[in-house]
């Protein structure tokens, strides 16, 4: 079965800084590989999905890269902001999808 | 603009009454998926069905149903509600058009007394 696990599951920083959020997975047999966010109590919403075939994927601040070799992802956050503080989710898909648990982001005004 | 909804947004119910959690999607999307969302344990599939009439058991089925008689409907029926029961529920859709990335609804949150 697919593990997903994401490290760490929370993490604090001041607001301008740039960071990275990981993803491992243990099956290296993916289709895809999908970044999202969580608010509290909301849904999920789609950031950036990563077909097996490409590294990387990139939307306004956000840049997420894909080593199937090495059962990585990272989602690069520029320039953070206040407003970035949420859960973020990766999923990683075979037959099916398989998440990981989050990490918690907070961004300090 | 398309857009995948669930009802109701949250519920109350009593331990063995039958519980149904309606999703209605109107991206034309063949894959459907329910999942719940319990702390400490992410996110894990229930059921999912790849088109009209199909369904398929997911990772934690037990206690649940699903039948999808259209493309755009996919309830999910808790038999008889436990306390165990008590989580947050997503419906999510996906397709090959959009490279089976998922799109999720706002869940249900359901409380079992």
């Known amino acids: 079965k697919q593990e997903v696990t994401q490290i760490p599951a929370a993490l604090s920083v001041p607001e301008g800084e740039n960071l990275v959020l990981n993803c491992s997975f243990t099956d290296s047999a993916i289709y895809n590989l999908q970044w999202f966010r969580q608010d509290p109590g909301k849904g999920l919403t789609s950031l950036l999905l990563i077909q097996s075939s490409q590294r990387e994927q990139t939307s306004g601040r956000l840049n997420a890269s894909l080593d199937k070799s090495s059962g990585r992802s990272t989602l690069y956050i520029a320039a953070s902001q206040p407003g970035d503080s949420a859960t973020y989710l990766c999923?990683?898909?075979?037959?099916?999808?398989?998440f990981g648990t989050g990490t918690s982001l907070t961004v300090i005004p | 603009d398309a857009e995948i909804t669930q009802s109701p947004r949250h519920k109350i119910t009593e331990t063995g009454r039958q519980v149904t959690l309606a999703c209605h999607q109107t991206?034309?999307?063949?894959?459907m998926f329910w999942y719940r969302q319990d702390l400490g344990h992410g996110l894990r599939l229930i059921h999912y069905s790849y088109g009209v009439h199909d369904t398929n058991k997911g990772e934690v089925s037990d206690g649940y149903s699903v039948s999808r008689s259209n493309t755009e409907d996919l309830p999910l029926t808790l038999e008889s509600a436990a306390s165990s029961q008590t989580s947050v529920y997503f419906c999510a859709s996906s397709s090959h058009n959009d490279n089976y990335g998922y799109t999720f609804g706002s869940g249900t949150r359901l409380t079992v007394v």
């Open positions: 991206w034309n999307h063949n894959n």
């Open positions: 999923a990683v898909s075979g037959n099916q999808f398989y």
